[in-house]
């Protein structure tokens, strides 16, 4: 049986676009500086993470079909590779969400001022966004990142434990649920209780992202808005955050067994 099928790259496809959705979510906040419209530009911010969010939720059947299509030798080893290579995805969705991002700050920079003029109305703003008009004008906004868009950021200016705070975090919910379906192969006499695991393991990375990360970026963001900091400072930390994100999805590959035995051991103290 081959282990690249069919229903594999339709998955590894969905999990791609999650995964540059949350990169290209990073731009938000630059652009919400750019034009001086931070609590708009929240908005926004907060309706891709929705989008992204609700994607996940939507593929998790179709990646828990996986174990049971698995041959029933070597089940474990067969469904290791597909999920690794599903992580994978994840890393290649971030490359792609990272290239396009240049892009995406002057898409938002204008989306963000077209929310402000419809009164806060995103079934308008979305009317407009995808009119062959808008459509258009954004195909001449596209351009791909160049060394130049680094000039003046500084490896000393990198907040280091933010930098790796924010790595590890990506990686646990990259690994979340795929750990956990796992975990149910590990121990199928627990499986329903492993499977579950995943939600909870979502929820804590998303709550140690709300407490830890999000907050020190949006301070930075407020500060450009008011004239305490500069723009390029904010553009260092998102750069920054997207390149430490990338080397999450990656890290993931590492935590990916080992969090899979972790909740398969934390199950029998729950049944």
Do not use: C
């Not at 995103?122 to 195909?139: A, Q, T």
């Not at 060394?147 to 933010?162: E, N, T």
């Amino acid at each position: 049986m081959e282990i690249v099928t069919e229903k594999l790259i339709y998955i590894a496809i969905f999990i791609f676009i999650i995964h540059s959705i949350e990169t290209l979510a990073y731009a938000v906040r630059l652009s919400g500086a750019r034009v001086k419209m931070i609590a708009s530009a929240l908005s926004l911010f907060n309706i891709m993470v929705m989008i992204s969010r609700l994607a996940n939720m939507m593929q998790q059947p179709f990646t828990g079909s996986l174990i049971d299509t698995a041959p029933s030798i070597d089940a474990q080893g067969f469904v290791a590779s597909q999920y690794r290579f599903l992580i994978g995805a994840s890393t290649v969705g971030t490359i792609f969400g990272i290239l396009l991002l240049p892009t995406f700050i002057a898409l938002f920079s204008r989306a963000i001022i077209h929310l402000s003029k419809e009164k806060g109305s995103v079934p308008s703003l979305f009317k407009r966004l995808f009119s062959m008009e808008y459509i258009k004008r954004g195909v001449t906004h596209f351009s791909l990142p160049k060394f130049s868009y680094l000039r003046g950021a500084k490896i000393k200016d990198i907040p280091v434990r933010l930098f790796l705070v924010n790595m590890i975090i990506t990686a646990i919910y990259t690994i979340g649920v795929l750990s956990a379906l796992y975990a149910a192969l590990l121990v199928p006499e627990r499986a329903s209780t492993a499977i579950m695991a995943s939600g909870l393991i979502n929820g804590m990375a998303t709550i140690l992202l709300v407490i830890f990360v999000d907050p020190k970026v949006s301070v930075v963001a407020d500060d450009v808005v008011n004239q305490r900091g500069s723009y390029q400072t904010l553009k260092n930390i998102s750069l920054m955050m997207v390149f430490s994100r990338l080397l999450g999805t990656i890290l993931a590959q590492l935590f990916f067994i080992p969090g899979a035995k972790y909740i398969a051991w934390f199950t029998q103290f729950i049944v």
